[in-house]
């Protein structure tokens, strides 16, 4: 008899902590706990992220709490856009103070953001891009991979249109594709000359060392803080010179960072004002590079990329908006008239030098940072052949 008792004690025991275990996993929120190095195969918690605001490249892991509208907003409901998402470690998350934010770059708003897909909220989302402020609060910008559950190696990006950026294009060629495509760049957000410089440390970052700029026709890696007038100080170049059409350094088509590269001074003088073509003499400090009397050919690297720049010019500027009326021709000597060639020379170069990630990545910081318009012709370089050809 004196051995029931002990044996109901345990049973009730063992009653109350099989209960309290029920209990606790009834109000169980998913939560990130586990610290990792910020790489793919182990990525930052979000707190991790929030405490580590270093420009650098890193992937985070949390969970979708909302959208970030201002630097203590986050909506939950009734999305605004697809620009942004709030991350968390833990799902149900409310305090903005625990959120980091993330800018949805345009290729992966169709697949991320929220107005789009609002019941992506709760969901675990790693993304790779840089930690740094957004709407003045721990952010992840410059996004190159996100995915949906627990990460690993990230995936390709899809392409950039995957939305609707280029709707109003599809179908067409000639005249009235380059009629769309303008429509679709025109009234861009305008920067300052003097906003340029900082715009330029940004939009041309040497991937490889984040305190550089690449140079244009050099492709010499340079201090960010090394721009200037001197010899071997970097300066802004137009690739479609501003004496084509006389817009000088005024808002707009001098200021437009879609043709505007950092460049080593004394090639920049070099250079000139040159219209484009193939031949010459080898420039002496930029090697691969060569010129004549009449004409400018860059290095084989980046002869795509000058040529989507040209491009660009010319179906942005239109003469619309007190604007000039920018146009390529076969001619290599424009002088001050708003045209530049040669456009067979350009069209050639485009095929030979494709479209590379850099390119690619300027292209989205222009777009999600500063003048919230791409360059269709790094996006979609088949473009220039239907227009032209």
């Not at 103070?97 to 107005?115: H, N």
């Not at 479609?240 to 879609?258: E, I, V």
């Not at 290095?299 to 010319?314: H, L, P, S, W």
């Not at 619309?320 to 050639?348: F, H, R, W």
């Amino acid at each position: 008899m004196k051995g029931k008792p002990v044996k109901h004690v345990k049973l009730v025991f063992l009653f109350s902590l099989v209960l309290t275990m029920i209990i606790g996993s009834l109000a169980f929120v998913p939560t990130l706990k586990a610290a990792g190095d910020g790489s793919a195969s182990s990525p930052y918690t979000v707190s991790q992220a929030m405490a580590n605001q270093s420009n650098t490249l890193k992937t985070v892991q949390g969970y979708v709490t909302g959208q970030p509208t201002a630097a203590s907003t986050v909506v939950t409901s009734n999305y605004p856009s697809d620009y942004a998402i709030a991350l968390a470690d833990a799902a149900g998350e409310t305090a903005t103070s625990k959120m980091i934010y993330v800018q949805v770059p345009s290729s992966y708003r169709s697949q991320f953001g929220l107005q789009s897909n609002p019941g992506l909220k709760g969901t675990k989302v790693t993304v790779t891009g840089y930690l740094t402020s957004y709407f003045t609060h721990p952010g992840v910008k410059n996004v190159t991979s996100m995915e949906t559950g627990s990460g690993g190696t990230p995936s390709d990006p899809p392409p950039a249109d995957a939305g609707s950026y280029y709707d109003s294009a599809q179908g067409k060629t000639g005249a009235a594709l380059k009629s769309a495509l303008h429509g679709i760049i025109d009234d861009h957000t305008e920067v300052s000359y003097d906003a340029v410089w900082d715009a330029l440390r940004h939009t041309d970052e040497d991937p490889n060392n984040k305190n550089n700029v690449n140079l244009l026709y050099t492709g010499r890696s340079q201090s960010k803080t090394t721009n200037g007038g001197g010899v071997d100080d970097w300066n802004r170049e137009h690739v479609w010179a501003k004496s084509h059409g006389d817009f000088g350094t005024a808002m707009g088509p001098g200021t437009d960072l879609h043709h505007l590269r950092p460049t080593d001074v004394s090639v920049n003088s070099s250079r000139g004002n040159l219209d484009f073509d193939n031949g010459g003499t080898e420039n002496s400090e930029a090697k691969g590079n060569y010129s004549d009397s009449d004409s400018w050919e860059p290095r084989n690297a980046v002869k795509g990329d000058v040529a989507r720049m040209i491009f660009y010019m010319a179906v942005r500027y239109e003469g619309d908006s007190g604007e000039p009326d920018l146009e390529m021709n076969n001619s290599v000597s424009n002088g001050t008239a708003p045209y530049i060639g040669k456009m067979s020379v350009l069209l050639q170069w485009n095929q030979q030098d494709p479209v590379d990630s850099f390119e690619r990545h300027r292209n989205e910081v222009i777009y999600n940072d500063y003048q919230n318009n791409r360059n269709p012709f790094i996006d979609h370089p088949e473009y220039a052949a239907a227009i032209w050809q």
